[in-house]
């Protein structure tokens, strides 16, 4: 986010050559694919229009209140579009990034829908019509009567009725845009998109005068969503977001998803990009194949019988379906055979892939999940001290995964998320460490198997303040290469392609409930602090994953939200 503190009519807007942004390409070649549909083709079919993603860009305005590239933003506009297509909309980012955005232009084709798509009364209506007229939503010069051409100028495209901008334009100069500069989108071809997070902040001690600029998202994303992100970028000033956005986003009404990678082709994307998971050198509690844990002694334990039973290499005996309702878990036997169980068994570990389509089919999204049979203690951490929670954080059944989202027009990776307890974070190629190629490091966390993207020590709760809980990631001898050691277990979109394991359907607990005495134990340690730290702490434990408390245990993949869902960013 970049902020400026307060407005005055002769503050200075910069446009400079210098700022551009360096062009960031992966550290190795991207290969040619296997053949098949159209992924990796360079064009999308959504329907009723194609869309072809543009990442040449042609600099049009940038502004700082300093002339650094810290305190800048950049606004371009799309070059290299191909005959026939239109622009949609311009792409704007800080200038201390590397350039590696994109947005989509958009042409018709003669594909019809099947008869069940309701299209309304839009059906005689063009799919692109352009703007009907501009308005001009800010520019530097603010409230002055002066209009100068070294200023950027904002515009919202005023659509014909039946339509939707997508996207706005800029321009360094005060003359309004021509109106076949770029297209609008018949409205039931769009969907609704949100500001997610902000570029550009200007403050202004008159808050009609105030800008802010964000990037936009899809509302409905995930698995089954519909929503496509064009790239491009929302604007409001005196601080009005309103109800409704002025802009959307467009949607896939194509059933049939031709972008999507066939199973030749994913194998072809693991092999080349599937990331190398180091553990920490002191990592006690090692991930195993889900086989070699249940044959090495895993119980099936049910509700109101005191013994649990084996469970067969494939989850044969598993119950399969329903809910979590409590009257099964799987649990570690109470021989000498537990200890064995907890340690894991690095050797036969693999990643569970589940393949799926992601903002609306554009992009394929390759969840890799790993398990471990046993979660580790947790560690608190409060200023230079280093305090062990005992068994608090313990729990059988650990799964744990992180993303590559891969652009289905190229092929090429266009970031990973990592995911981390509760939450996670997207992070993008030129912010990843390479091992090998384009395969990326993921770092997993000490005893909470949680991924980072960097070694390093990262504070569950207050980095600043030094309070919260340890996550410990460094490089080791202990590692899984996921470009070799994998399983696709599910691929809903191929149908029948993909033989889903039995093991997956288990929508039970992978661990037994437990319930620890944490509160006394944290309790007593607040109690130690200083006055003034102990509000903190009690305010960040209250943000602390949920087995610390000895919530009930784990559920496998398919039950976490994100499996259909996208995720939490």
Known sequence: MIGYKCFRRNTTFAQ????????FSLPAPIPQWPEGQGFASG???LGEIEIFKVTRFEFIWSCSAILDTKNAVTFYKPCGIPDGFHILGHYCQPCDKPLRGFVLVAREVGTHLPETTDIDNHEKLPPLRNPLDFKLVWNPNGGSQEMSSECGYFWLPQPPEGYKALGYLVTNKPDKPELDEMCCVRADLTDKCEPHRLILDVGSKIPEFSFQVWSLRPCDRGMLGKGV?????FCSSGGNMGQDHSVACLKNLNPVLPAMPNLQQIHALIKHYGPTVFFHPEETYLPSSVAWFFNNGALLCRKDVSTGEGIDATGSNLPCGGTNDGKFWIDLPSDNRKDFLKRGDLESARLYVHVKPALGGTFTDI???????FNGPATLKIGIKNIPLGKVGEHVGDWEHFTLRICNFTGELYSIYFSQHSGGEWVDPYELEYIDGNKAIVYSSKNGHASYPHPGTYIQGSAKLGLGIRNDAARSNLYVDSS???EIVAAEYLENVVTEPQWLQFMREWGPKIVYDTKTELDKIINALPRMLQYSMRSLINKFP????GE???????EKNNWIHDERW
């Open 367 to 373: 969840a890799m999940w790993i398990f471990c049979p």
């Open 229 to 233: 992100s064009v790239g491009t970028f």
């Open 16 to 23: 400079s050559s210098s700022l551009h942004p360096q062009i």
């Open 546 to 549: 949920v087995e610390l408390y």
């Open 484 to 486: 070799t050691h994998y």
């Open 552 to 558: 009930e245990g784990p559920t496998g993949p398919k």
């Open 43 to 45: 064009l999308v079919n």
